[in-house]
């Protein structure tokens, strides 16, 4: 099929949801021939979280409605570079709110990756930095497993981010020593591990793509100083400062092609791109969650474009190059959303990073309980020997399988810290540590697994025991206790379209969890009936 055939009528099909989902699942796949893409790779089936779709053409189409169609009309160009950056250590969607509601992860930019270049369109991928958001050993792991994935995409310079420069100096040199001899894609004008001759990372590189030489640096932003005051091997200059000295080097390579990375604020990037014109293309991590449509021309420069990477890995942007002088720039915001299947290659990096988890433990991972200020974990099951109705119901619901979803992952990811938070009881769901008295493992705390009944109503080893005589309380002291598990549903009343609940203690509580990362389409008076059971005994 030519190619504006394909796209005709893909555009025709899609806009109005009133054709259907036939017509749209007809017009995805006709664009995916002109992509010259099979879409139907994996069997019909269900969506982690939940939605099914009876063809792998119905899901791209859901996607497409969903999040709008790419590349429409674009020719084949020159050269296409591809920006993604603060990746906060999302390196995949968590899915637990079904992965049809969630964007972002390694596996489906590394297939989007391969399928432009399959389409025979030279690529570039260049990352800003920022590919964790926590410190500890399980960031340092992930740290290194997200370079090692970046590799395998191909990306050949990567910037700094604050947080991977606060990694202990000894996890960043490990990560880098267990790359592929030669391939380290690290760059920095401003930014140093030890110093600027240690060869840990590069001031520029030039990257040679379709008979381009591309020139690339990088730069930390001024924001980002402090958080470096007690990274005592980790030496930064201003970026300013530091690019006088570079882009006179840069200019010495004869590039045809320099670009600014900076992970920043876009009205440093701005400040920066006006100082240095050198630069026909300047990027930015600093900008919204989600990245604008449109690529901007920076005012005070001569039209040079800022693109902005937004957030969490959700979106990659392309920036196709054409040689035509009246439009040699287009931009597409591509969403990595479900119509993007799973790369093997990165299915296979996230397997070893959980068995690496596995192997590590949580002691290992220098995960340790802390004191909880309340009181202790029973168990959901001690909890039921007296509100067996209410147990009974709360049985049926899936917050009481939780465990099951993580353990039937392909990996497992029950051994994940940052998803076991969520999944077990006694734990702080947002900051991913243990209380002394909560879940360690399915071998030591099988009583503690799933989402139990003390993870909302809090700890109740003293209420249990003063219920059962185990100690002496009085009236008092039994209401008082009693009084401290209840929790209440405000409700507003004279609503005519039902319960409206207020945005109070019990809400905030879900949103722990049912955070926007996580669960973000969590509407409380949506998801509440799934799971009432208050009033119960």
Not at 129 to 150: C, D, H, I, N, T
Request: hydrophobic share 40%.
């Amino acid at each position: 099929m030519p190619m504006r055939a394909g796209f005709t009528i893909w555009r025709r099909a899609l806009p109005a949801r009133r054709r259907g989902p036939v017509a749209a699942v007809v017009a995805v796949a006709a664009a995916f021939l002109w992509l010259g893409l099979s879409p139907i790779r994996l069997p019909a089936g269900e969506a982690a979280g939940g939605k099914k779709f009876p063809t792998r053409q119905a899901e791209i189409a859901d996607a497409v409605l969903r999040n709008g169609e790419i590349f429409s009309d674009w020719p084949r160009p020159q050269l296409a570079l591809v920006f993604s950056g603060e990746m906060d250590g999302y390196v995949e969607p968590c899915g637990c709110a079904g992965l049809d509601n969630q964007k972002g992860g390694l596996k489906r930019r590394h297939t989007l990756l391969r399928q432009l270049q399959e389409r025979g369109w030279p690529l570039v991928p260049l990352d800003l930095g920022g590919l964790v958001r926590r410190v500890g050993p399980q960031a340092e792991m992930k740290y290194r497993f997200a370079l090692k994935s970046l590799l395998e995409m191909g990306y050949p310079a990567v910037g700094f981010g604050a947080r991977e420069l606060q990694l202990s100096t000894d996890a960043v040199i490990y990560a880098l020593a267990n790359l592929e001899l030669g391939k380290n894609p690290l760059v920095s004008a401003n930014v140093a591990v030890f110093d600027f001759d240690s060869g840990f990372s590069r001031k520029y590189r030039v990257i040679e793509q379709a008979g381009q030489r591309i020139g690339v640096t990088s730069v930390l932003g001024q924001r980002h100083a402090g958080a470096l005051r007690n990274a005592s091997d980790v030496l930064w200059v201003d970026p300013e400062q530091a690019l006088r000295e570079v882009v006179p080097q840069l200019a010495g390579e004869n590039c045809d092609l320099s670009i600014l990375l900076v992970h920043g604020e876009p009205e440093e990037a701005r400040q920066l791109a006006r100082k240095f014109p050198q630069f026909q293309l300047v990027a930015t991590a600093g900008g919204a969650e989600e990245p604008p449509h449109r690529m901007e021309r920076i005012e005070g420069t001569d039209n040079t474009p800022l693109i902005e990477v937004g957030h969490k890995g959700m979106y990659v942007m392309v920036l196709g190059i054409y040689p035509d002088a009246a439009e040699p720039y287009r931009m597409q915001r591509v969403p990595l959303d479900h119509r993007f299947e799973d790369s093997e290659a990165m299915q296979r990096m996230l397997v070893a990073y959980q068995d690496e988890l596995q192997d590590t433990g949580l002691e290992g991972l220098g995960i340790t309980g802390v004191a909880h200020p309340t009181d202790e974990f029973v168990g959901s099951a001690v909890c039921a020997d007296c509100h067996t109705e209410a147990a009974e119901v709360f049985e049926n619901t899936s917050h009481a399988h939780a465990m099951g979803s993580l353990v039937e992952l392909d990996p497992p990811r029950h051994y994940d810290p940052e998803c076991l938070s969520c999944h077990v009881v006694g734990w702080e769901p947002q900051k991913y540590f243990p209380y002394n008295s909560g879940y360690l493992s399915l071998e030591k705390t099988p009583h503690l697994m799933n989402n139990g009944c003390e993870n909302c109503h809090g700890p109740g080893k003293t209420h249990v025991a003063a219920e059962s005589g185990e100690v002496d309380a009085d009236e008092a002291e039994l209401e008082r206790l009693r009084a401290r598990m209840r929790l209440q549903i405000v409700e507003n009343e004279g609503n005519q379209e039902g319960q409206v609940f207020e945005e109070g203690v019990v809400v905030k509580m879900c949103m722990q969890c049912h955070d926007l990362d996580n669960s973000p389409a969590f509407d409380f008076q949506e998801y509440w009936p799934h799971v009432e059971h208050y009033g119960k005994d």
